[in-house]
């Protein structure tokens, strides 16, 4: 019985460790991805940017340190926020996954990469809420990743993602 139990626990590693396997390939993979979006079988679409919204009239401009966005990768709604830290130089991203598809099922335990397309890579897990916290060293731009239905990757690139221009 005991060698049972070992294979089990062997079993879940071993498929624990082939899952960040693939989000870290999906990761590193992000131009290809990009390129031919019928690979992942995700189109990830922007449905809301508060960086494309106007500065309300009589407000002073000032760097904005924060960004709201909201992503439909079907099935799945992805709601962020990404605030600068000037004092770490680090990007904090919080957000929220959600099944659009299975209301009531709500995104928990996924597996999340964060990476700032070079050095920086940080893995969370949502909770029982689907809502995730991850702080990233700054470089300008910033990558989300993670494994959709059917183990196919869900990869948003953003660019310059504290620029108003971007």
């Known amino acids: 019985m005991k060698h049972f139990k070992t294979e089990e626990k062997r079993s879940h590693f071993v498929c624990q460790v082939a899952s960040d396997v693939r989000v870290v390939k999906a990761a590193f993979a992000t131009p290809r991805l990009a390129a031919k979006p019928q690979e992942t ?13 106007p500065a309300l009239a ?7 340190r924060i960004r709201q966005m909201l992503y439909r990768a079907e ?15 680090s990007l904090v991203v919080t957000g929220q996954l959600l099944d659009v598809s299975h209301p009531e099922v709500i995104g928990r335990d996924v597996r999340l990469t964060l990476s700032n397309c070079g050095a920086s890579i940080v893995h969370t897990v949502t909770n029982q809420f689907g809502e995730f916290r ?33």
């Open 41 to 53: 079988g995700r189109l990830v679409q922007l449905l809301f940017d508060s960086f494309s919204q």
């Open 58 to 64: 009589g407000t002073r401009s000032a760097a904005t």
């Open 75 to 89: 099935p799945y709604q992805i709601d962020l926020q990404i605030e600068l830290l000037q004092e770490r130089n």
């Open 134 to 166: 991850g702080e990233v060293e700054n470089s300008g731009d910033l990558q989300l990743s993670f494994l959709g239905r059917g183990g196919k990757p869900v990869v948003i690139l953003l660019r310059g993602v504290l620029d108003p221009l971007s």
